[in-house]
Structure formats: structure tokens, C-alpha cells
């Protein structure tokens, strides 16, 4: 019997790749929480996707409410910054810490994140945050880098097979204004 993880989804293509090399070594749940997406369409868009991805990969995808008033006061004061700056620290931390509460409430021992696929993510600064806040809660990150080997690639082109719709920003409104640059 595998042992169980939560697994943050911050998309479906993402997870389409990323959620298929952990069930080789996990019986995955899958928590869709990112109150960053902006705006609401997107969000709604991005979360069929992930549903599709749930089907196609036969797990359970958990759905948080989505409240992105909370993400817009906590990244206020660094809207400025640039993309994979201290501003996405924020949010990568807002994201794992209800991932990891998440997971103490279904008494799952660990949690990692689908989000270091992307090659707009940095990875470090991900694992980083991820394994203070496992830290904090007594809880096992799975540190990883998705897309060493290929990942991203591979993410794109399992997209693709299965028709699934590929965002051309990060999620939030700041990247969203700095990709129509």
C-alpha cells in the first residue's frame, strides 16, 4: 500500500504531469486552492481543467472556496514587484500553508506541490517555504523540481494529447498585466 499525500494543484496541465509521477510513489489527493487567479473566469477556466486532469488521472481533487480577497491584501504592497519576486513568495506561501492545514485535517502525513513544472516558478524558493511550513505542522514536504528531466516538456505535450486548455500567464493580475506587456 502506497503511503498518502495532499498535493497542492495549481493547474491542470501542470498536474496532468506532475500528479502522475507521484501516484508512482503515493495514493494522491489533489487540493485545488489559488485564491491568486485572477479574474473569476480564469479561475473557473483553470479549475475545469483541473477536474478533467482528476478524471484522466483517476484521484480525488479537492476544491477550496475560492476567496481572492485574502490574496489581494496580503500582495497589495508588493503589486510592484516583479514577476518571481518576493510578491509570488507570498503567494506560494499562502497556497502551501492551506495545503499543509488541509492535510493535518484529512490526517495525511505529507504534502508537496504540482507548481514547480512551470518554469515561471522558482523552484528553491518553493521548496523552501514548503518545508517551513511541514516544519511548522509536523508534517513531510516532498521536496521537488518537476521540471528537471524534461518535466515541462513532457507537461506540454500530455496537455496537448488530452486537449486541455495551457494559461499563458501565471494566475494573478499582476502577471497577467506584465504578460500583455
Same mark, same amino acid.
Do not use: C
Given at each position: 500500500m502506497k503511503p498518502g499525500m495532499l498535493a497542492h494543484v495549481c493547474c491542470g496541465p501542470d498536474a496532468l504531469y506532475a500528479i502522475g509521477v507521484l501516484q508512482q510513489e503515493y495514493d494522491v489527493i489533489g487540493v485545488f486552492h489559488n485564491p491568486n487567479?485572477? &479574474?473569476?473566469? #480564469?479561475? *473557473?477556466?483553470? %479549475?475545469?481543467?483541473?477536474? /478533467? =486532469?482528476? /478524471?484522466?488521472?483517476?484521484?480525488? %481533487?479537492?476544491? #477550496?472556496?475560492? =476567496? &481572492?480577497?485574502?490574496?489581494?491584501?496580503?500582495?497589495?504592497? %508588493? /503589486? @510592484?514587484?516583479p514577476e518571481r519576486g518576493r510578491r509570488c513568495a507570498v503567494c506560494y506561501a499562502l497556497r502551501l500553508e492551506r495545503t499543509a492545514l488541509r492535510a493535518l485535517a484529512l490526517g495525511l502525513p505529507a504534502f508537496a506541490t =504540482?507548481? @514547480? =513544472? !512551470? &518554469? %515561471? /516558478? +522558482?523552484?528553491?524558493?518553493?521548496?523552501?517555504? *514548503? !518545508?517551513?511550513?511541514?516544519? +511548522?505542522? *509536523?508534517? @513531510?514536504f516532498l521536496e521537488t523540481d518537476f521540471k528537471k528531466k524534461g518535466g515541462f516538456q513532457k507537461s506540454v505535450e500530455l496537455s496537448r494529447r488530452h486537449g486541455l486548455y495551457r494559461q499563458n500567464y501565471c494566475g494573478c493580475l499582476y502577471s497577467r498585466r506584465d504578460s500583455r506587456t
Open positions: 487567479i485572477w &479574474p473569476p473566469e #480564469e479561475y *473557473g477556466r483553470r %479549475l475545469e481543467e483541473a477536474r /478533467k =486532469v482528476e /478524471k484522466i488521472l483517476d484521484f480525488q %481533487l479537492i476544491e #477550496e472556496r475560492y =476567496v &481572492p480577497e485574502a490574496w489581494f491584501e496580503m500582495t497589495a504592497p %508588493l /503589486k @510592484s514587484e =504540482v507548481m @514547480s =513544472v !512551470s &518554469p %515561471l /516558478k +522558482k523552484t528553491d524558493v518553493i521548496n523552501r517555504i *514548503g !518545508s517551513r511550513i511541514a516544519r +511548522k505542522h *509536523g508534517l @513531510s
